[in-house]
């Protein structure tokens, strides 16, 4: 369990000084994780691209720039954390299907490793912005392999009828452009199949597919540096990571020895166990056949619970007193939806007492919002056996208010 790497005293000595609702991530978990994936990969040699929006904390985030890890952003504010945080241009990949004209010009003017196109409309939007900009753009195409990796809806990516990649036909078509293009540079070619994925079954099989086709390219004239695997290894609520060594060996089992340079976009794996959201009781009541803890995080803090159905393991601050219960545990947010966890066992806490979101930091802060116009939460990392330091500030009042006009 995730709970010996956050120890009550600590937790209570950051719920103290930095109030609830609280964001706590642990730098040995992320450490660890990181560790996990390099072990693993160790035979491939990829190009590991921290995926910013599961967390794009610059503490976090500056903990894989320092172990020479790259980044992959969706946006250009999610570009201008990565650079803040440390990550070199020349590592960092730029994906999403809805980039605009200032942004793919900020990520050429930024020196990145290329660009991840997901339309030809888009990729005609490239090289208009590097035509204005007198240089050659480096990009990649995000291809729909058309695989199911058998996760939720809303993270299953890699399927025909998503909003994301092309189909391999198309795709061919947009090389070939591209190949004959005074300001475009094909370098790669990009799948990401979705989020949460334990067997790497799916991987293999659009591995297999992207092989085959960037080898007929390769017949056609069009050579590709990269092939960049994505990400969406799972990590189950409540635990650790699961060894990625079969992702490795499906991996290299279709790239190894082709001289492509591998790329791989671990995010929720490595944040998510490394994170918790710290909370407090603030009433108990009874409802119908329920049993309610109104803590004082809600929905706008993790809205994970409501929009996947996702379940986050809730645990008692230190030992708890008296028959264990049945609880469900909601926020005070004006929404039925409004809630972190259903049918929890615990023993019953009084009025004031924390618990521990676990599981929360990937898509947590990352996600939280200020509906109802609740101020967003503070973060604070473990930096050690005893100590921790506060890296985000709790929002205030004022910072509800303040860009408005």
């Known amino acids: 369990m995730l709970a010996k790497y956050f120890k009550p005293s600590l937790l209570k000595e950051i719920a103290e000084a930095a109030g609830t609702p609280v964001y706590v991530y642990s730098k040995a978990v992320f450490l660890k994780q990181i560790a996990s994936y390099e072990k693993a990969f160790r ?14 904390s610059r503490a976090l985030c500056a903990l894989a720039a ?6 992959d952003v969706v946006s250009g504010g999610e570009l201008y954390r990565a650079l803040k945080a440390g990550f070199e241009p020349g590592k960092i990949i730029f994906s999403g299907v809805g980039k605009d004209q200032a942004e793919l010009e900020y990520a050429l003017r930024s020196g990145i490793l290329f660009i991840n196109a997901e339309s030809f409309e888009e990729v005609l939007g490239l090289e208009r912005a590097a035509a204005r900009l007198k240089l050659k753009a480096p990009v990649s195409l995000r291809i729909n392999p058309d695989v199911d990796p058998h996760t939720h809806k809303y993270i299953t990516t890699g399927k025909l009828g998503s909003k994301f990649g092309v189909t391999f036909e198309e795709a061919e078509k947009i090389y070939r452009y591209a190949a004959e293009s005074e300001h475009l540079n094909p370098v790669g070619a990009h799948f990401h199949i979705g989020s949460q994925v334990y067997s790497a079954g799916p991987y293999a099989l659009a591995a297999r597919r992207l092989a085959a086709f960037m080898l007929k390219l390769a017949a056609r004239g069009v050579g590709l540096k990269y092939a960049d695997v994505g990400g969406g290894w799972g990590a189950r609520e409540g635990a650790e990571m699961p060894d990625p060594a079969p992702l490795a060996a499906a991996v290299d089992g279709v790239f190894g020895g082709t001289g492509l ?9 490595v944040a998510a166990p490394s994170g918790l959201l710290l909370t407090r009781v603030v009433y108990r009541k009874r409802g119908g056949r329920k049993n309610f803890l109104i803590a004082d995080a809600a929905m706008n803090d993790l809205i994970r619970p409501a929009l996947y159905g996702s379940r986050h393991p809730v645990a008692l601050v230190g030992p708890g007193r008296g028959a264990e219960k049945v609880y469900d545990i909601v926020g005070p947010v004006c929404e039925s939806g409004d809630f972190l966890a259903e049918g929890v066992r615990l023993r019953e806490p009084e009025a004031g007492r924390l618990l521990a979101v676990y599981s ?5 802060f990352s996600m939280s919002s200020q509906y109802n116009s609740r101020p967003r939460a503070a973060e604070a990392l473990i930096t050690g056996a005893r100590s921790w330091r506060l890296i985000r500030r709790r929002e205030t009042y004022k910072d509800l208010v303040a860009a408005e006009l």
Do not use: T
């Open 66 to 71: 320092g172990g020479g890890w790259g980044a």
């Open 261 to 269: 340079k591998v790329i791989l976009e671990p995010g929720r794996s």
């Open 43 to 56: 035979g491939v040699d990829p190009l590991f691209c921290y995926a910013m929006k599961a967390n794009s």
């Open 360 to 364: 929360a930091g990937a898509y947590g």
